[in-house]
């Protein structure tokens, strides 16, 4: 729907843009409609949302104007019209949403796109500025554009790039969940344990046990099989499988660590897989005498060509791999069913010597119960009967490249497992209701009557007593071949194992290159980026089947395979342990953004999947779990001390707030005690990094000891300081922690400086975690600054104490701003980049000259043009660098960083006057137990009398072992409240002299109207009320000069002006006076509330 803009109703005073309507569905509306809409009753807007009168767009207009909206109407259905510039959005055209004067877009999944998303573009919402400040009026809108936009497409630029990337796109292949994870589940967990290990497990533990080994192992599958469903299906899953599903659950320490041992499992396991193939073809060389060289050898050299065959199908792309599959499935499928149609054919006596003698009651019930031997019990024949039921994320490792992940994975996975489950009992059960345990092959072993028989095949005319004294080759015990004695026809079985050995294979070497690229693209170990490389339409990562052939081929050639392989299964178990954990973790912590599509999970079934995984690893082999938590926790350590810059939304970072909730709530019910104070301190910083000393004294006392808040506070326009605020808010945060500094960042927008530190005072901190104490600078330029800069500074303290907060003032001699430094190292910063950018410049000119031969004469005056350009530069660099040099203040550079630096030996000197609490005390008592002060000793200086000065000093020193603070010397200074010397005083007077009124020189008229206009001047009767108290500001900075000149940090007592009646110059005058000249002072003020105390 269009908008009229026709200048008559813009105009009309009586208008208002945002003015509700009625709204007809056309302008023929009768009489009648008009007569009823009077002027003086409200009028209301109806939208419809109906398929009413087929769609057609409703119009709204405004009594007695309906002739303005006539231009609009085209057939009654559709209407063209021009925007209004007012009502433009952006650059952008202008969004209508229902028909509507808004720019507001309706839902759109586009919206919520990553940047960079491959199933999509990302389109941006106007964002909550732009539709809350006024529109901008002077941008043009062109007719037609609005409709399109408004239904969520691009503009011609956004056009260009989405045709591009369907272009790119269309020739991908991706799978659908049968071909994509189906397949695949099923080729993986049925292996070569199908063929020649099921029997042999059936045999020992009979059918009862054996099923319930079965099952046991499907359970744990299961279990990870719903947890995987779980996590597939909470948002989109790229490509990486396993490793991808654990590092955005649990974050990149767990996905890392697993990740890589993961894709190493893989690699490993082609290996596996391959030497299992290469043995049966081996064995079958050996049957027919034609050996290559001997069977070591001719494993080796078979498992190469395999590998190199299989290296080629993956390379090829995955729709040559995924055609093979199909093809080996077919293959599994049918050798299957040939071994269960084998149990319906009549045996013959050759078979029936061997201990076949298809589905007989008598040898079902003999083989129910279990018959373990040779040491095998329970759990050691699960042992190995377990790598048969993994696999399970085959189909989730080559995520990337499925049609919907969020659907394949769950349905294939879950599909997968049950019929390889079925498939599994069905084969156990068969085997133990046809075949005995143990045969001689003997077809002249039968009954012979009258000589004592044991076993079911007595029943069936055969003796095979013997095998209880001695071995037997034949039997559910003594033969792995039962599968193809059983069988309708015997090479259809070699077949099956060859497509189970070679099918584990091919997913293995196509999963382990996936899932290693994910990690790699990830940039979690630094040092393996080169593999992120994919190649063609797949993004196939040629370098990780490179990597993945070559350490098959080691272990291959060179590995002990038996040794190895229980590490492998342990790998995956691992793998399994943390995805159950990861759906745990994710359902636990409750993040709102844990909601799987996939509802059939719990979470403590999950947890206990995960638990059962650990458990099976330590059942399979104890030392190769031992080595995989152990290679795991290692590379997790690692992962965790190299800090990935990764944000993935883990729900380990959901949980640490869930934590800090929780702890911060139950921090709430605990009452305050004074043996627990700590300073948590407000810093009145600005920006950190431009007052980074005081952030660092401050940070010394605070650092895992107290709360520490980094505030700024921006005043001017408040939609500048706003988007000026916000904009800086992450970057500030982030700085402080590349900086190892222990504090957060704060910043407020307020009409002046001291509003916004009331407002910090006042709202800063949660529940207990609130900040006591406030550090500020000195305001070092309070002569040359305007008065309402000093009255919002003292205001800002006597804040402070109104709000009951301990105040600390920190005084340097070179001052705490260094944004004039930073400054001039970023010019100079920019400076160095032009001046790389244009030596690169030069060289690729020299390059192409070079290269062009004797074209390269027609640009030698480009060269020479360049070169000059260059040289003038330089020159202007050289130039900016001098003319900088004079301005780089080193000593403020220093200044800034030496509290970061370890302290040498000396002395903090307490000048403990007044008695606050305690604080003054504390603070450098804190410091001193810091690595960078410890070498510094407390002294205590205390004011006292003439005539009680060992009195004093044991009095004090009594306090000080009670509050166990340990100190080098007290000192009690008597001649504090004496006069300071003439040239202090008159230092003083000249310094307050610009402020004084000296009312008392003037008549009385004149005297009340300076005070009226110049209200923060020093009058001579507050001169002289107070002319005491100056006297002792003054005589202290000569007591400070005469004890603490060389002291390291002097901390003294901060002096209070009583509010409304001491002026802001005169407290600033004695703030200057007292800590002139001296090194680094803390005037510390605490809140009067016992911050120590001598009780246990």
């Not at 507050?1022 to 500001?1033: G, T």
Request: glycine share 8%; with cysteine.
């Amino acid at each position: 729907m269009s908008m009229n803009n026709s200048p008559n109703v813009f105009l009309d005073p009586n208008a208002n843009r945002f003015q509700v309507n009625i709204i007809n569905e056309s302008h023929d509306n009768n009489e009648t409609s008009q007569e009823n809409v009077g002027s003086d009753p409200p009028h209301y807007e109806e939208t419809s949302f109906t398929d009413e009168a087929h769609n057609r767009l409703r119009i709204s207009y405004r009594p007695g104007k309906k002739e303005l909206y006539d231009n609009f109407l085209q057939n009654g259905e559709k209407m063209e019209a021009s925007l209004h510039p007012y009502d433009t959005h952006t650059k952008m055209y202008y969004l209508q949403t229902f028909g509507h004067n808004t720019v507001d877009p309706v839902p759109k999944i586009d919206y919520y796109r990553n940047t960079g998303s491959i199933s999509g573009n990302k389109l941006n919402r106007p964002s909550l500025l732009e539709i809350h400040e006024q529109l901008a009026k002077n941008i043009a809108v062109t007719t037609g554009s609005v409709e399109r936009v408004a239904n969520g497409e691009s503009t011609t630029g956004d056009e260009a790039a989405v045709s591009k990337e369907e272009e790119n796109k269309s020739g991908l292949v991706k799978f659908g969940w049968v071909k994509g994870v189906l397949v695949r589940c099923m080729l993986n967990i049925w292996g070569v344990m199908l063929f020649i290990r099921l029997s042999w497990i059936i045999g020992q533990a009979g059918i009862g046990l054996g099923v319930i080994i079965i099952l046991l192992a499907t359970m744990v599958t299961s279990i990870t099989g719903l947890s995987t469903s779980a996590i597939a299906t909470n948002g989109f899953v790229r490509g990486g499988g396993a490793y991808y599903l654990i590092s955005r659950s649990l974050g990149p320490e767990f996905g890392g660590s697993i990740g890589l041992i993961f894709a190493f499992a893989n690699a490993v396991a082609v290996a596996m897989y391959v030497v299992g193939f290469a043995e049966t073809v081996v064995e079958l060389l050996k049957e027919s005498d034609t050996l290559m060289v001997d069977e070591s050898n001719d494993i080796r050299i078979i498992g190469t060509i395999t590998v190199v065959c299989l290296l080629g199908i993956s390379v090829a792309g995955m729709e040559w791999e995924a055609k093979a599959q199909v093809i080996l499935l077919i293959v599994l499928l049918v050798a299957i069913a040939n071994f269960f149609i084998g149990t319906v054919i009549p045996t013959n006596n050759e078979k029936k010597a061997r201990g076949f003698f298809n589905y007989q009651a008598s040898i079902f019930a003999e083989n129910f119960g279990p018959d373990f031997r040779s040491g095998e019990g329970f759990f050691s024949v699960f042992a190995i009967f377990f790598p048969a039921a993994t696999g399970i994320l085959a189909g989730a490792n080559i995520s990337g490249d499925l049609k919907d992940p969020q659907i394949a994975i769950p349905k294939g996975t879950m599909l997968a497992i049950l019929i390889t489950t079925v498939a599994y009992i069905g084969v156990a059960i068969c085997a133990a209701s046809c075949v005995v345990r143990d045969a001689t092959g003997n077809i002249n072993d039968t009954v012979v009557p009258g000589m004592s028989c044991n076993g079911s095949a007595c029943s069936l005319g055969y003796d095979f007593s013997r095998c209880a004294s001695q071995p037997c080759d034949y039997g559910l015990m003594n033969n792995f071949q039962v599968m193809s004695m059983v069988s309708g026809f015997g090479p259809l079985i070699t077949a099956g194992i060859f497509s189970a050995t070679l099918s584990s294979a091919l997913a293995s070497l196509v999963s382990a290159p996936k899932v290693f690229q994910a990690l790699c693209k990830d940039n979690v170990y630094k040092g393996l980026e080169f593999f992120a490389k994919g190649y063609g339409k797949n993004n196939e990562p040629i370098r990780g089947y490179v990597l993945t052939f070559l350490i098959a081929m080691a272990f291959i050639l060179i590995a002990e395979l038996n040794t190895i392989a229980p590490i492998i299964s342990n790998f995956f178990l691992a793998s399994y342990a943390l995805i159950n954990f990861s759906c745990f973790h994710a359902s636990y912590a409750k993040s709102p953004g844990w909601r799987p599509a996939f509802r059939y999970y719990n979470m403590w079934v999950s947890l206990f999947g995960a638990l059962l995984c650990c458990g099976v690893m330590f059942v399979i082999n104890w030392w190769a779990a031992l080595i995989t938590y152990a290679i795991e926790l290692f590379l997790y350590i690692y992962v965790t001390y190299k800090k990935p810059e990764v944000n993935w939304g883990s729900s380990t970072q959901a949980l640490y707030y869930v934590n800090a909730l929780d702890s911060a709530l139950a921090l709430t019910t605990v009452e305050d005690h004074v043996k627990n104070f700590r300073p948590q301190c407000i810093v009145l910083t600005g920006a950190p990094m431009i007052r980074p000393a005081l952030l660092d004294i401050t940070h010394t006392f605070t650092k895992n000891n107290g709360l520490c808040i980094c505030c700024e506070v921006y005043t001017g326009p408040r939609k500048l300081c706003v988007k000026e605020m916000n904009s800086g808010m992450a970057k500030k945060q982030a700085w402080l922690t590349k900086n190892k500094r222990k504090a957060f960042y704060a910043a407020v927008a307020a009409d002046s400086f001291r509003d916004g530190v009331k407002s910090l005072l006042q709202a800063s901190g949660l529940g207990r975690m609130k900040p006591n104490t406030l550090v500020i600078g000195f305001k070092k330029d309070w002569r040359n600054a305007p008065a309402t800069q000093v009255e919002n500074y003292v205001g800002i303290i006597h804040d402070a104490f109104d709000f009951e907060l301990g105040m600390i003032i920190v005084r340097i001699s070179q001052g705490f701003d260094i944004s004039q430094v930073l400054q001039v190292q970023e010019e100079l910063e920019k400076l160095e980049q032009e001046r790389l950018a244009l030596e690169a410049t030069i060289k690729e000119n020299d390059f192409e000259e070079r290269k062009s031969g004797i074209c390269g004469f027609f640009r030698k005056a480009t060269t020479l043009n360049i070169s000059k350009h260059e040289l003038k530069k330089e020159s202007t660099i050289n130039t900016m660098q001098s003319m900088h040099v004079g301005e780089f203040n080193q000593k403020l550079l220093e200044a800034s960083t030496q509290f970061k630096k370890k302290q040498g030996k000396g002395t903090i000197d307490i000048w403990w006057l007044f008695d606050d609490g305690g604080l003054t005390i504390l603070i450098p008592y804190i410091l001193s137990i810091r690595k960078k002060w410890k070498n510094c000793k407390l002294r205590i200086f205390t004011g006292g009398k003439a005539n009680r000065i060992e009195e004093e000093k044991l009095v004090m020193a009594s306090l000080l072992s009670k509050f166990r603070i340990k100190f080098a010397d007290i000192n009690i200074i008597c001649d504090i409240n004496i006069k300071p010397n003439k040239e202090s005083w008159k230092f003083f007077e000249e310094m307050i002299e610009p402020y004084r009124l000296h009312e008392s020189c003037k008549d009385i008229t004149t005297a009340e109207k300076l005070k009226r206009e110049t209200p923060w001047k020093i009058t001579d009767a507050e001169l002289e009320a107070f002319k005491e108290k100056s006297y002792r500001q003054v005589r202290l900075n000569e007591l400070l000069q005469e004890h603490s000149r060389a002291a390291n940090l002097i901390v003294l007592s901060l002096p209070v002006a009583r509010k409304g009646v001491v002026s802001d110059y005169l407290y600033m005058a004695w703030l200057e006076i007292l800590s002139k000249n001296l090194p680094p002072t803390l005037m510390v003020r605490g809140n009067h509330k016992n911050v120590l105390t001598f009780y246990s």
